[in-house]
Each structure stands twice: as structure tokens, then as C-alpha cells.
């Protein structure tokens, strides 16, 4: 987190503008404006006379002017201008000494012209009153009047009553010398009451919008009993304020509140207000609430409330009662997160009332995917918010231990998540470094917590480097199931980022068909000594018209604006059911792979080659693979082009047929393209995650080392063993959810089992089809130098009786060892003597056998067995057929062995 302090900020904003030495104190920030400035009022000497300003200060600019100096010190906690920073109107609060009769503080809103030639002198909008007053100005340029009239608007909040709407004209007056000034004459028309009794208020200036809660009858019930029923529920609605239209209300939703004073005309539960100018509220301290709306359509609704649980039943109670406080209390937030239709509930049980009611947790958007509730001395809670799906995880950063916490609210105009501290000034840019994921990361927290930093980075933060180098410190770790879960999340996430960046707009409502993660969920979190429990319930969709105003029934109807995204969002249907699930490709591709022969297929019998219609790598991001294989399949087929088959297949049907369900009709061709980016997507993030867990194992080829077979040679065995290990996890976790693996991966890990397993453990992971006795790893293990051992031997003969018949052959043509020699002989022998066609001579020069002296071929008179073959061979077989070379070699490698 940064930090700076607005008030040492204007001093010096003072001092470059005097050549004295200021003497500003005691400064306080009162107000908010729509263009990002700030109102503030400060203490400062004049002529020896202690006086108090107030002023407007922009960072954009960095300008401060003074509005306004009164001689007296006033307890001013909130004030507003307009934007031409003529008007002025702030509101005094009175406390009450110990002498007085009064003894609650009263609330009292004036305003003054700061037109200059005038006599400025602050009159009184209304009559002081214990109930909480504030004033803010509307903003918003109006067309409607003349050139020569400003017709200035600004809002009077009083709890528990009204909202008020004045009017305060300016008149443009002709001086003598011809010039014109803007005149007040202090007199504006009757106010407009737009609210009538409401217990709390918002005003967010960047919306122009005004939230409140009010009480209202509920809706007539069949039942006779509901018809009865005098109570009232608490709603929430929005009033949005226009330059040149009338106000309207696009909201109103039922809340669900505790015990909440303010239905019936109640006083303050608490017996105290909370002055908050930044964000304006108006409510006491019974209800800490708080809403962001930002133009996209986003709408969340924070509740913040401390209960104690019961023992006897799952209902909760209010701390009403002291004997309750001595003991640990939860504090607990509610997110509502309306454009989702569902509310997140956060606790943290067992805090002790000293620190519970101390804190205060501050909201703000954060990189406008993710909602962050501040909680100070205890955590920063990052929630998944995003438009793109829906919510599915959350991240939990402790922080380091505390004293006090301050109480941020959002700052405008200071840069994004920009945050002050009211009691301090220190403006704060809340902001989560990837120093903090990485270190939550690596702590000793929840698997959950782990996969959400996994999915905040990919598909949030498009930062892969940090989510590799993370997948790398889980791998060095060790097989364990977080990593499994990890590698998994980090696959589907980076094929959904990837896919989903290279689609067109108009393609993306295909998108919400896919899945975006496998394990996210909302579960419980512990960091430091705190669990944080989290949990999220829908709300009821029964329709966006009984929440958001719809846009026929807006006073403009072909505008867009947040209301309207927002009620598009609400009428669109969830698509949490329809999203493609990986274990259905699993299960079909489950069932194909018995029918997978490498031998019968070719490239051409699938319908996307990875070769061919993936675009080609650039030279120079090549050595930056770091791959220890080449990625090469030297076979007639590969795995990987059936899983992507498999895949494309599974994609193009649940597309087409969520599209036909939806009424959307056919979209062959975005369904093609979605298809074939996402199976390329797929194949890029296996490749990714292959070179995180190869750099886990300190396994990347140097330069002048060689890749491939070569490199398993060159490297230890403990060292190939631990990545042997790691790369076993990596295939399980690409296999369980039926991704595609590298070109060359499938060799390299079979031949790397080979060195490292027991020759009865490699012979199960080949029996359940785990490694693949391709014909370049096979011709690698039958081609090593270890034939001296005749156990070696059996095994290599015992792994050419596991593959098929063609490739038996091709890998025994390969080797130059007499068992083979022998083998083919006899394979020969047997097709002539049996009248099958033989098969086509190889081509590889035979070993050469030495003579021992035996009597094995023709001399003299004497026949010998051979000679009785061959005549017997030549009357079944044709001389073009028969390979005399390899039934010699064989017969001479027969008596040679047998000697």
C-alpha cells in the first residue's frame, strides 16, 4: 500500500502559493464532488486572529481554493458546492455542553453565496433539529433555462423524515461598465419533497444517484393471516437524479435486515449518528451500510453486523443485551451481489467484543473483477465479482498485526483504489502486489485460497509468469493432491482466458458454455489465527421487473446507463447449468480409447491436426520453451490429435445444442471458431504447464545438451526419478480432465519410466495404457546397450509381444541382437512354410555372425540341416521371396549360441 497525507499535501499547496508562513491546522475533509474534488475545511491564523476555512481542492490540477473563511470555529462535518463553486452549503453540528439544557447535538444546513461584490453572509436552509441533516449539490449541466439563468439543485437529507430537492437560481446581471456577473438574491422557490420517510441514505456523486431504505406495507397475500399483517418490511430503492429529466426510481429490492430501528419513527437504536460526509450517509449507528453501482451494471449492497449465535437453535441474536459482549462475538458482512442474483455471507466467529466493535471494513472495486472488503488489523478479502461468469471464489490476505486500523472510504480523483483515512487524511491506494499472492500462496493456508490466487492471476491479471512460477514452487513441494488440484485449475483457467481473448464481441455469449474452473467454490478460509467462513445463497429471480425498472418504463427509453445493464443482466437466465462439464469429454473419450489404434489411423482421420491448423511458434520464443523433448510424434498417429478430436467434437455438439435450445439458432460458424480456439488453447496451457513442472525439476536442457532420449541418459538417477515423479502428476492431472498432451511428451515419459521403475512396475503403467510403447521410445529401449544381462533380454522380448504386430516387427528390425535375429528368421520361415505371403524384406543390414567351424553349411558329400531347410523352403517359396541372408545369419546365430 502507498501512502500520502492530504494535509501535508496542501500545506505545501499553501506555501508555494504564500510567501508567509502558513499556518493551516486541523484539517478536515467534509465533502466529495462528482469531478473528483474534495471539500475541506481548516484552521489558520490571520492577523493573529484564529479563523477557519473552507475550500475545494483537485488533484488533477492541483489547485486549491479557498471558498469561504469564517471568523468563528465551527464544528462544520459535511459541505457541498456546486460546479461553478458559487454556491456553498454545509451543515454545523452543535454538541452540547455539560451546562446546557439541550443534551442531544442538533444538526443545522446553511448556505452561502460565494459570488463576489456581495456580502456573503450564510443563511439557514431550515431549523436546527436533533435528527442527522446533510446537504449535497446535483451536478449536471441543464439545458433548459435560458443562457442567463443557472438553476442549481441541491439535496437536503433528514433522517428519519424527508429528502428535500431545492432550487437555487443565478441570475447573469448587466454591470454598468457592461460586464456581466452572476447575482443571488437569496431567494429560491418552495423545495420539492422526493422521499418521505426513509432510515437510511446514500448519495453517490458519481451516478448522481440517491439510495435509501424506507418501509413499506408488503404485498397482499391469499392468505387470510398474511392480509393482516401489520408489519412493514424493509426496501431498498434508488432514486436517479437527471439534468433535464425528472427523477425516477430504477430500484427496489427487499432487504432482509436484523433488528433495525427506523420503521415505525423509532429513535436511534445506538442513541448516536455516524457522520460520514465521505461517502454522504445519513443513518445512525444501528446500521452500517454501504453500496458501489458502477456503470456497467454492477451493484453490490455491503452489510456489516456483529451477532452472537445461540446454543439452542440456529437462529442469532442482536447484541442488545450487555451479558452477551463479554464474551466472543462474530463478525460478519454480507455482500449482495444483485447483477449475479446472490448474496455472499462472510464470518469471522470468536472475536472479542473490544476488537470487534472497532472495526469498521471498507468496500471499493478493485480492477473491476473483484470487490475488496478491507478489514482493518485482521485481512484483505478480495471477491470474485466479475461480469464475465459467475461468482466462484474469493482470496483471503492477512496482514500484518495492528494496534488500530484506520477507516478508509473511497477517494475520487487520486488514481484507481485510492482510499483515505478520515480521521488521519492518509490517502491509501489499496492494492494486492504480487509479493502478497505469492506470499499467501506459499503460507500455510486452505487449498481453496491457493486456486483462487491460481484463477485471479490467469484469468483476471493475464499474469502467467507469476502463475508458473507458483506452479512450480507447488511442484517442488512433492506429489500431493493440492498440486494435482493446482495444475488442474491452471489448465481450464488459461484455456478459457485465452479463448475468451481471442473472440470477437458478438462470439462471447457463446463462451458462457464452457467451464471457466473445476474446484472454486466458496469455502472457509483460515489465515493467521482467524477463520474467515464464507458462504453464498441465490436470491429469488422471479423476474427483473420486480427489482429493476425496466428500459420502456425509463423516462428516456433509449438510453443506457447502469440501470439498464443491470436489468439486462437480472432478465438474462443463469448459466450455471449449462456450461460444458469435463467429465463428460472425460467419459467419452473414456470409451473411444478403446477403439484407439495408433497403427490404423493417420493424420488425415481426425478432424483438426495440431501440426497443421495451429498457428506456428515464432523462432524466438522457441528457446524459450524449455521443453527437455522434442516436441515430435515419429508414429502414424498421436494421442494428442485423438483427445483434441474428442474434444472439438464435445465443444461443436454441446455449443450447437445450447444454442438451438436458447432459440438462438445455428451458428455453425461461431461454434467452429469457439471449437477450434478452444482446443488450441487447450494444447498451449498443457504446454505451459508442462514447462512450470519441468522447472520445478530443474530439468531444462541447457544449450549444448541435448533433448529427448539423450537428456533422460545424461541426468541422474535420483534427479530422473524426482522428475518422473513430477511429470506422473502432471498426467494425471492433464488425463483426468481430458486434455491434450505435447507432441514427444508421451515418448519421453515412457522412456523416462523405463529408467527409472523396476522393469514390473513399467510393464503396469504399460498394461493400463499409461505408457504408450510408441515405435521411437520402443526402438530406444531395444536399441540400448544393456543386451549383455539375459534378463534385459526377456524383458525387451516380453515388451515387443505387448505392441502390436507391424510395429513387433519394425522394432525387432531395429535390433541388433541375435534373439531378434533369430525371431525374425523363424517369423520368416513360418509365413513361406505356412503359404502366406511373407513379409517385405527390411532393409537393415544383418549383424554378422562369426564362423565357429561348425559343419552348418554344404561341404563335400555332406549334407547339413540347413541344406535340408532351404531345399524345403525353395519347393514352398519362390527365390524372390526367400531371404537367404536372414535365414543363414539366424541359423549360424542358433549354433553360435548353442556352442
Not at 217 to 232: D, K, M, N, W
Not at 242 to 255: G, K, S
Not at 389 to 394: F, G, I
Request: hydrophobic share 40%; glycine share 4%; with cysteine.
Amino acid at each position: 500500500m502507498t501512502q500520502q497525507n492530504i494535509a501535508v499535501k496542501l500545506c505545501g499547496v499553501l506555501q508555494s502559493n504564500n510567501e508567509q508562513e502558513v499556518t493551516a491546522r486541523e484539517w478536515r475533509l467534509v465533502g466529495q464532488e462528482q469531478d473528483g474534488s474534495q471539500i475541506l475545511t481548516w484552521h489558520s491564523t490571520i492577523e493573529d486572529k484564529e479563523v477557519m476555512n473552507v475550500g475545494v481542492y483537485t488533484n488533477k490540477t492541483k489547485t486549491l481554493t479557498t471558498l469561504h473563511t469564517f471568523e468563528d470555529k465551527l464544528n462544520i462535518i459535511q459541505a457541498s458546492v456546486n460546479s461553478s463553486h458559487s454556491l456553498l452549503v454545509y451543515v454545523v453540528k452543535t454538541i452540547p455542553k455539560d451546562e446546557d439544557e439541550q443534551t442531544e447535538a442538533t444538526y443545522s444546513p446553511y448556505l452561502v453565496s460565494l459570488l463576489p461584490d456581495k456580502v456573503n453572509l450564510p443563511e439557514e436552509v431550515e431549523q436546527a433539529s436533533t435528527k442527522q441533516i446533510m446537504l449535497q449539490f446535483v451536478y449536471g449541466k441543464s439545458n433548459k433555462y435560458s443562457p442567463g439563468i443557472r438553476n442549481d439543485r441541491f439535496l437536503l437529507f433528514k433522517h428519519l423524515e424527508y429528502i428535500k430537492i431545492y432550487r437555487s437560481p443565478l441570475f447573469l446581471n448587466e454591470c454598468d461598465d457592461g460586464s456581466e456577473k452572476w447575482g443571488f438574491d437569496g431567494i429560491y422557490p418552495e423545495p420539492e419533497t422526493i422521499v418521505n420517510v426513509f432510515s437510511w441514505a446514500q448519495w453517490d456523486c458519481v451516478n448522481q444517484v440517491v439510495f435509501y431504505i424506507h418501509y413499506r406495507s408488503p404485498c397482499p397475500g391469499f392468505a387470510e393471516e398474511e392480509a393482516r399483517s401489520p408489519e412493514l418490511t424493509p426496501t431498498l430503492s434508488a432514486l436517479q437524479l437527471h439534468a433535464d429529466l425528472p427523477h425516477e426510481t430504477v430500484l427496489n429490492i427487499p432487504l432482509s435486515l436484523p433488528h433495525v430501528a427506523g420503521a415505525h419513527g423509532a429513535v436511534a437504536a445506538c442513541g448516536s449518528y455516524e457522520d460520514d460526509p465521505v461517502p454522504l450517509r445519513v443513518h445512525d449507528c444501528s446500521l452500517d451500510l454501504y453500496i458501489i453501482c458502477d456503470q456497467r451494471g454492477m451493484l453490490c449492497v455491503c452489510h456489516h453486523y456483529l451477532y452472537k449465535p445461540l446454543d439452542d437453535s440456529t437462529s442469532s441474536l442482536v447484541l442488545d443485551d450487555v451479558d452477551l459482549k463479554d464474551s466472543g462475538v462474530n463478525f460478519a458482512y454480507s455482500v449482495t451481489l444483485l447483477h449475479h442474483g446472490c448474496v455472499v455471507h462472510s464470518v469471522v466467529p470468536d472475536l472479542p467484543w473490544s476488537l470487534a466493535k472497532s472495526l469498521r471494513p471498507s468496500y471499493t472495486l478493485y480492477n473491476d473483477n473483484h470487490l475488496l472488503v478491507h478489514i482493518p488489523m485482521l485481512f484483505t478479502h478480495l471477491i470474485d465479482i466479475s461480469l464475465h461468469h459467475e461468482p466462484c471464489c474469493h482470496i483471503v490476505v492477512p496482514m500484518e498485526p495492528s494496534e488500530s486500523g484506520p477507516s478508509l472510504a473511497p477517494l475520487l480523483g487520486w488514481g484507481p483504489h485510492a482510499m483515505v483515512d478520515l480521521n488521519t487524511l492518509d490517502v491509501i491506494t489499496m492494492a494486492v502486489t504480487d509479493k502478497d499472492l505469492a506470499s499467501t500462496f506459499k503460507s500455510d493456508t486452505a487449498d481453496e485460497n491457493k486456486l483462487a490466487i491460481m484463477h485471479y492471476l490467469i484469468q483476471h491479471e493475464a499474469n502467467t509468469d507469476l502463475a508458473e512460477e507458483l506452479l512450480s514452487w507447488v511442484c517442488s513441494l512433492g506429489p500431493g493432491s493440492c498440486s494435482q488440484l493446482v495444475m488442474q485449475e491452471y489448465l481450464v483457467s488459461a484455456t478459457f482466458a485465452a479463448t475468451r481473448r481471442s473472440l470477437s464481441a458478438s462470439a462471447l455469449s457463446l463462451l458462457n458454455a464452457l467451464p471457466f474452473t473445476l474446484h472454486l467454490k466458496f469455502a472457509d478460509v483460515k489465515v493467521g489465527g482467524q477463520r474467515v467462513c464464507v458462504s453464498v445463497c441465490p436470491l429469488w429471480r422471479g423476474g427483473a421487473a420486480a427489482v429493476v425498472l425496466s428500459p420502456r418504463q425509463r423516462v428516456c427509453q433509449f438510453s443506457e446507463d447502469a440501470w439498464t445493464r443491470l436489468w439486462s443482466a437480472l432478465s438474462s437466465p443463469p448459466t450455471t447449468a449449462k456450461r460444458l462439464r469435463v467429465e463428460h469429454v472425460r467419459e467419452r473419450l473414456a470409451l473411444t480409447m478403446h477403439c484407439y489404434q495408433p497403427e490404423a489411423l493417420s493424420r488425415c482421420s481426425t478432424p483438426m491436426s495440431p501440426t497443421g491448423s495451429l498457428p506456428p511458434r515464432r523462432p524466438s520464443l522457441v528457446s524459450q520453451d524449455a521443453l527437455p523433448f522434442v516436441e515430435l510424434d515419429v508414429c502414424t498417429t498421436s494421442k494428442q490429435e485423438h483427445v483434441i478430436a474428442a474434444n472439438l467434437r464435445a465443444v461443436s455438439v454441446h455449443l450447437m445444442s445450447e444454442s438451438a435450445s436458447s432459440g438462438g439458432g445455428s451458428l455453425e460458424s461461431g461454434v467452429h471458431a469457439l471449437a477450434t480456439r478452444w482446443s488450441a488453447a487447450q494444447l498451449d496451457a498443457a504446454r505451459a504447464l508442462c514447462r512450470a513442472v519441468v522447472r520445478a525439476a530443474a530439468a531444462v536442457p541447457l544449450p549444448h545438451q541435448p533433448r529427448g532420449f539423450p537428456f533422460i541418459d545424461e541426468l541422474d538417477p535420483t534427479h530422473a526419478l524426482i522428475l518422473f515423479k513430477l511429470l506422473e502428476q502432471y498426467y494425471v492431472a492433464i488425463d483426468s480432465i481430458a486434455f491434450p498432451l505435447p507432441q514427444g511428451f508421451s515418448s519421453f515419459f515412457t522412456y523416462l519410466g523405463y529408467r527409472t521403475l523396476p522393469f514390473h512396475a513399467f510393464v503396469q503403467y504399460v498394461h493400463r495404457n499409461v505408457f504408450e510403447l510408441q515405435i521411437d521410445v520402443l526402438k530406444a529401449i531395444i536399441a540400448s546397450k544393456d543386451d549383455s544381462n539375459k534378463r534385459t533380454v526377456n524383458n525387451k522380448l516380453r515388451l515387443i509381444q505387448l505392441v502390436g504386430e507391424g510395429r513387433g516387427r519394425r522394432a525387432l528390425a531395429s535390433w541388433p541382437h541375435r534373439a531378434a535375429l533369430v525371431l525374425r528368421a523363424r517369423d520368416h520361415a513360418a509365413a513361406l512354410l505356412s503359404g502366406v505371403t511373407a513379409p517385405t524384406r527390411d532393409h537393415v543390414p544383418h549383424r554378422p555372425v562369426k564362423d565357429t567351424g561348425i559343419a552348418a553349411l554344404p561341404s563335400g558329400e555332406r549334407l547339413s540341416p540347413l541344406d535340408t531347410f532351404l531345399d524345403l523352403l525353395t519347393a514352398k517359396a519362390s527365390l524372390n521371396e526367400l531371404d537367404f541372408n536372414l535365414i543363414i545369419e539366424a541359423t549360424l546365430a542358433s549354433v553360435q549360441e548353442s556352442m
